[in-house]
């Protein structure tokens, strides 16, 4: 911990307790006194609800507007509306931001990210995407850039927070889809309010068969053997409003599943397993009491459990449980009356327990603050540093610092510099199979990240984000191959390899053309640098160099119709087997009454043969084919 690092924290936290209690009372007098709403407003960026315009962070919020008119059923088919790079393995989607897959995702601000690795394919996330629901989700609030600060360890290319639905009627919603490869979805949603008790219900299950996928070198469509999945989703989220602006709400998280475990995609076109497969269960529960609503707080005090297993019948037989407690408690203060402190402490501790080479846990406390103020001329500036305290790593102190200038009630530019941690997951430190040999002399990943951007409208109906960074990596992890024992049975071993540094910028243009048209854009650039030579994943990770999004959307009367052209240029042809490709997405919504929806939806209408993967374990591009062209049929009905 170096002076001014130290300097920081203190003065932060001195700040709470010397102007907290007086604080507090000075909030609690004015609560009440007028009405708060979220919707111009971000809770993920600050932890704490702040207008878009005071926000210094490219920040993207997909409204559950949006996700219905879109009929998106899988939390990877939302955000490919954004322009985020997704990475799509064989088991999981993951996100990239700022062109790091270092992200952290969170459900109502709980952390879902897991340290052990759980995805094929890919190093970082511990997150599988694809097995949260859809149904429950009011808003995805998606923040590009470092937030160790305020998150800890994961939140390296940024934060997806999902912000799940609270009942504000008494309505149940019935609805099924079918469509390529035998895909069938069956979903029931209730929601009920009774005086200051509510509860939002959502049940679902879906299956397919084995898909297909277009071979690049023959140009023929072909079965990728032993891709079906057989998948359960159960949510619960109960609401009790209590006396004042103080709430306690309840959730419950449920998913279980049976998947094809094919592997890579061998040289002959076969799958490295298969008869392989997966069975996954996942159970979470929170319990989160709240206060201070009505004067625009997020104050909270959160106990949360979770519950991760996984069983693989595979040649690797992967056989593990994780389970995680966490404690939270976030609390803000008005110091002054252009002056906001937040602070808070987050506890959690992880276990793998692998039946056959691990039963380790990592416990990690922490405390943070973040002091914002507003200047003259409408600036705004904060100044956050967070310690956390790692039973396997000791202290580290990540801190950054934000300038926002609100040029007018639609526009603003920024700048921010940022520090960021990752720690090395449980498997990477322990792991002891015939083929992944744990490496328990890692370091974490640090690092920091400046950022400089705008959000602006243009006039006509355009509006305007764009955002360019540079970010540095310290001791970035990467596989090798060794061969300790010399034997001629190689295995994989995680090591400190290199440092890395990101260049990149992200555009967004939305233009409405009419009441009925809206267009938008959008284009993202990103260049990774290593400093090693050795280093085995740097370019199968940057899977977009260049990344363009169109959509085009037509709503008016019953009819509700998006298009999206997605297109990736740039891509190093050693690990993909194509330099770019292009797909086209719709989606035909028609109301035929008040209550009764269908549906139409295409994926890849270009039938495009591509990669977001690229080569992992060997020299043999096209190790995980995206599907080929598929359609989708479906009906809903709220009764």
């Given at each position: 911990?170096?002076?001014?690092?130290?300097?920081?924290?203190?003065?932060?936290?001195?700040?709470?307790?010397?102007?907290?209690?007086?604080?507090?009372?000075?909030?609690?007098?004015?609560?009440?006194?007028?009405?708060?709403?979220?919707?111009?407003?971000?809770?993920?960026?600050?932890?704490?609800?702040?207008?878009?315009?005071?926000?210094?962070?490219?920040?993207?919020?997909?409204?559950?507007?949006?996700?219905?008119?879109?009929?998106?059923?899988?939390?990877?088919?939302?955000?490919?509306?954004?322009?985020?790079?997704?990475?799509?393995?064989?088991?999981?989607?993951?996100?990239?931001?700022?062109?790091?897959?270092?992200?952290?995702?969170?459900?109502?601000?709980?952390?879902?990210?897991?340290?052990?690795?759980?995805?094929?394919?890919?190093?970082?996330?511990?997150?599988?995407?694809?097995?949260?629901?859809?149904?429950?989700?009011?808003?995805?609030?998606?923040?590009?850039?470092?937030?160790?600060?305020?998150?800890?360890?994961?939140?390296?290319?940024?934060?997806?927070?999902?912000?799940?639905?609270?009942?504000?009627?008494?309505?149940?919603?019935?609805?099924?889809?079918?469509?390529?490869?035998?895909?069938?979805?069956?979903?029931?949603?209730?929601?009920?309010?009774?005086?200051?008790?509510?509860?939002?219900?959502?049940?679902?299950?879906?299956?397919?068969?084995?898909?297909?996928?277009?071979?690049?070198?023959?140009?023929?469509?072909?079965?990728?053997?032993?891709?079906?999945?057989?998948?359960?989703?159960?949510?619960?989220?109960?609401?009790?409003?209590?006396?004042?602006?103080?709430?306690?709400?309840?959730?419950?998280?449920?998913?279980?599943?049976?998947?094809?475990?094919?592997?890579?995609?061998?040289?002959?076109?076969?799958?490295?397993?298969?008869?392989?497969?997966?069975?996954?269960?996942?159970?979470?529960?929170?319990?989160?009491?709240?206060?201070?609503?009505?004067?625009?707080?997020?104050?909270?005090?959160?106990?949360?459990?979770?519950?991760?297993?996984?069983?693989?019948?595979?040649?690797?037989?992967?056989?593990?449980?994780?389970?995680?407690?966490?404690?939270?408690?976030?609390?803000?203060?008005?110091?002054?009356?252009?002056?906001?402190?937040?602070?808070?402490?987050?506890?959690?501790?992880?276990?793998?327990?692998?039946?056959?080479?691990?039963?380790?846990?990592?416990?990690?406390?922490?405390?943070?603050?973040?002091?914002?103020?507003?200047?003259?001329?409408?600036?705004?500036?904060?100044?956050?540093?967070?310690?956390?305290?790692?039973?396997?790593?000791?202290?580290?102190?990540?801190?950054?610092?934000?300038?926002?200038?609100?040029?007018?009630?639609?526009?603003?530019?920024?700048?921010?510099?940022?520090?960021?941690?990752?720690?090395?997951?449980?498997?990477?430190?322990?792991?002891?199979?015939?083929?992944?040999?744990?490496?328990?002399?890692?370091?974490?990943?640090?690092?920091?990240?400046?950022?400089?951007?705008?959000?602006?409208?243009?006039?006509?109906?355009?509006?305007?984000?764009?955002?360019?960074?540079?970010?540095?990596?310290?001791?970035?992890?990467?596989?090798?191959?060794?061969?300790?024992?010399?034997?001629?049975?190689?295995?994989?071993?995680?090591?400190?390899?290199?440092?890395?540094?990101?260049?990149?910028?992200?555009?967004?243009?939305?233009?409405?053309?009419?009441?009925?048209?809206?267009?938008?854009?959008?284009?993202?650039?990103?260049?990774?640098?290593?400093?090693?030579?050795?280093?085995?994943?740097?370019?199968?990770?940057?899977?977009?160099?260049?990344?363009?999004?169109?959509?085009?959307?037509?709503?008016?009367?019953?009819?509700?119709?998006?298009?999206?052209?997605?297109?990736?240029?740039?891509?190093?042809?050693?690990?993909?087997?194509?330099?770019?490709?292009?797909?086209?997405?719709?989606?035909?919504?028609?109301?035929?009454?008040?209550?009764?929806r269908v549906s139409l939806k295409g994926y890849n209408l270009t039938n495009e043969a591509y990669e977001t993967v690229?080569?992992?374990?060997?020299?043999?591009?096209?190790?995980?084919?995206?599907?080929?062209?598929?359609?989708?049929?479906?009906?809903?009905?709220?009764?």
């Open positions: 911990m170096n002076k001014l690092q130290k300097q920081v924290l203190c003065s932060l936290l001195g700040s709470a307790l010397l102007f907290g209690l007086p604080a507090v009372s000075s909030a609690e007098e004015t609560a009440g006194s007028q009405e708060f709403s979220l919707d111009e407003y971000v809770v993920t960026a600050n932890r704490i609800p702040v207008k878009q315009t005071e926000i210094a962070a490219h920040v993207t919020v997909i409204t559950r507007e949006e996700i219905e008119k879109g009929g998106y059923t899988s939390v990877p088919e939302i955000l490919k509306k954004s322009n985020i790079a997704l990475q799509q393995s064989r088991s999981a989607t993951v996100p990239l931001l700022n062109g790091d897959d270092r992200v952290l995702i969170l459900v109502d601000g709980r952390k879902m990210n897991w340290s052990h690795l759980v995805i094929s394919g890919n190093d970082h996330p511990g997150i599988v995407l694809d097995q949260l629901g859809v149904d429950n989700i009011e808003r995805i609030e998606i923040v590009r850039g470092p937030a160790s600060s305020l998150y800890g360890s994961d939140a390296v290319g940024g934060v997806i927070n999902i912000i799940t639905r609270k009942a504000d009627s008494t309505q149940t919603t019935a609805a099924s889809e079918f469509g390529s490869w035998g895909f069938r979805r069956y979903n029931l949603t209730t929601q009920g309010k009774t005086g200051d008790i509510s509860y939002f219900l959502t049940a679902e299950k879906k299956k397919q068969d084995d898909l297909e996928y277009k071979d690049p070198r023959t140009g023929q469509v072909k079965t990728l053997d032993n891709t079906y999945f057989d998948q359960e989703f159960v949510t619960l989220r109960l609401d009790k409003e209590l006396e004042g602006d103080r709430s306690l709400s309840l959730q419950f998280e449920h998913t279980d599943g049976e998947a094809g475990f094919g592997g890579p995609l061998k040289s002959d076109g076969t799958v490295t397993y298969p008869t392989g497969y997966t069975t996954t269960k996942n159970n979470n529960i929170a319990l989160t009491y709240q206060w201070g609503k009505d004067r625009g707080a997020n104050d909270l005090f959160r106990f949360y459990h979770n519950e991760y297993q996984v069983i693989d019948y595979n040649s690797l037989a992967a056989n593990y449980d994780l389970t995680a407690n966490g404690v939270n408690w976030q609390q803000s203060w008005k110091l002054a009356q252009n002056n906001t402190l937040v602070g808070g402490t987050d506890w959690r501790q992880e276990k793998l327990e692998d039946h056959e080479s691990i039963d380790k846990a990592f416990t990690t406390g922490a405390i943070f603050a973040e002091d914002r103020w507003k200047l003259p001329h409408e600036w705004t500036l904060s100044a956050g540093t967070r310690y956390d305290n790692h039973s396997q790593y000791g202290g580290k102190l990540t801190s950054r610092v934000t300038a926002n200038r609100e040029i007018n009630s639609t526009s603003n530019v920024y700048a921010s510099w940022g520090q960021h941690v990752k720690n090395p997951t449980l498997a990477q430190l322990y792991s002891n199979t015939l083929y992944w040999k744990g490496n328990p002399d890692l370091k974490p990943e640090t690092g920091e990240t400046v950022t400089i951007g705008l959000n602006t409208e243009l006039g006509d109906g355009t509006k305007l984000q764009a955002s360019a960074y540079h970010s540095k990596i310290k001791d970035a992890l990467d596989w090798r191959w060794q061969d300790w024992n010399g034997d001629g049975n190689p295995f994989t071993k995680y090591i400190n390899v290199d440092d890395e540094e990101r260049n990149g910028l992200d555009i967004s243009l939305i233009k409405k053309l009419s009441p009925q048209w809206n267009v938008s854009g959008g284009y993202s650039y990103v260049k990774i640098e290593s400093t090693s030579v050795q280093t085995a994943t740097v370019a199968n990770r940057n899977s977009q160099p260049n990344g363009y999004r169109l959509n085009v959307e037509y709503d008016q009367d019953k009819w509700n119709t998006n298009l999206t052209l997605r297109r990736a240029t740039g891509r190093d042809i050693t690990k993909f087997t194509s330099r770019s490709y292009t797909t086209l997405d719709m989606v035909v919504n028609y109301k035929m009454t008040a209550d009764t690229g080569s992992y374990w060997s020299t043999t591009t096209g190790e995980y084919p995206m599907p080929a062209r598929s359609f989708y049929v479906g009906v809903e009905h709220k009764m």
